[in-house]
C-alpha cells in the first residue's frame, strides 16, 4: 500500500523559533494533502487542505500565517509553525489522498511531535 | 463539525467479536462512511468504507442501516493488538476532507 512519510518524527523549539514539518508520498504522487493537529487524548483536528501548486486551503480558527504550508511538488507538503509558542507543542499529522485500490482513501504519516519551550 | 457520534470507550474479550457503532444521521446520498483506528502516538490506518451496501475486508466487516443513518464496524475475532481509537468518517467523494468525531476507543481484554 501507499506509504507517506513524515520529518521529522520528533522536534523541540524555543518559543520564537519557526520549524518546518516535511510530509512525504514516498511510492506515489499526491495532488492533494492534508494537515492535521492533535492534541493528548484528543481526535484530530483538520487544519488546511494543501494542492500542489496553489495555495493551502485552511480551516476555519486556523490562522494561515501562522502555520505556512507549501506544496511545490507532488510528493513533497511542508507546515511551517511560524513563532512557535508553547500552546502550539501538538502532535502534527499529515495525509495524502490516493486511489491505490480502486477508491479514494487517505494515507497517513506517522506524525511528527511538536514541543515548544 | 463532525457528523457522526460513537460511544467514548467500550471493552471487548479477546477472540470475540467487537462491534462499534456509529450514527451518522445527517448523511447524505453522496456521502461514503470510512473507518480508520489509531493505535497510540500513530497516524490514523484506513479499516474500511462503504456507500449503502455491507462491506467485508481482511481486516473488518461494515454493516450500513438500510436509511445510511447508522453503520456498526465488525472485527470478527478481536486481538490485543486491535486496541485503538476507532474513528468513524462522513466525506464526500468531492472534496475527501475527514472531519473526525471523538472516536471509540476499544480495550481488548486478555
Known amino acids: 500500500g501507499a506509504v507517506v512519510s513524515q520529518h521529522p518524527s520528533w522536534v523541540i523549539c524555543k518559543s520564537g523559533t519557526s520549524v518546518k514539518i516535511e510530509c512525504r508520498s514516498l511510492?506515489?504522487?499526491?495532488?492533494?494533502m492534508f494537515w492535521y493537529r492533535q492534541f493528548p487524548k484528543q481526535s484530530l483536528m483538520l487544519m488546511a487542505t494543501s494542492n500542489e501548486g496553489s495555495k493551502a486551503t485552511y480551516e476555519q480558527g486556523v490562522e494561515k500565517d501562522k502555520f505556512l504550508i507549501n506544496h511545490a511538488s507532488l510528493t513533497l507538503s511542508t507546515l511551517t509553525v511560524t513563532s512557535a509558542h508553547p500552546e502550539d507543542s501538538s502532535f502534527y499529522i499529515c495525509?495524502?489522498?490516493?486511489?491505490?485500490?480502486?477508491?479514494?482513501?487517505?494515507?497517513f504519516g506517522p506524525g511528527t511531535r511538536l514541543t515548544v519551550t | 463539525d463532525a457528523k457522526t457520534t460513537q460511544p467514548p470507550s467500550m471493552d471487548c474479550a479477546e477472540g470475540r467479536a467487537a462491534n462499534l457503532p456509529c450514527n451518522h444521521s445527517?448523511?447524505?446520498?453522496?456521502?461514503?462512511v470510512y473507518w480508520y483506528r489509531q493505535i497510540h502516538s500513530q497516524g490514523p490506518q484506513y479499516i474500511i468504507h462503504?456507500?449503502?451496501n455491507n462491506e467485508t475486508n481482511e481486516m473488518a466487516s461494515l454493516i450500513i442501516t438500510e436509511d445510511r443513518k447508522s453503520s456498526t464496524l465488525i472485527l470478527p475475532h478481536a486481538t490485543l493488538r486491535d486496541t485503538a481509537v476507532y474513528y468513524c468518517?462522513?466525506?464526500?467523494?468531492?472534496?475527501?476532507?475527514?472531519?473526525f468525531g471523538t472516536g471509540t476507543r476499544l480495550k481488548v481484554l486478555a
Open positions: 495525509s495524502a489522498r490516493a486511489r491505490d485500490r480502486g477508491f479514494y482513501e487517505q494515507y
Open positions: 468518517i462522513v466525506t464526500t467523494s468531492g472534496t475527501y476532507k475527514y472531519i
Open positions: 445527517t448523511i447524505s446520498g453522496n456521502e461514503y
Open positions: 511510492d506515489f504522487q499526491a495532488t492533494t
Open positions: 462503504g456507500l449503502k
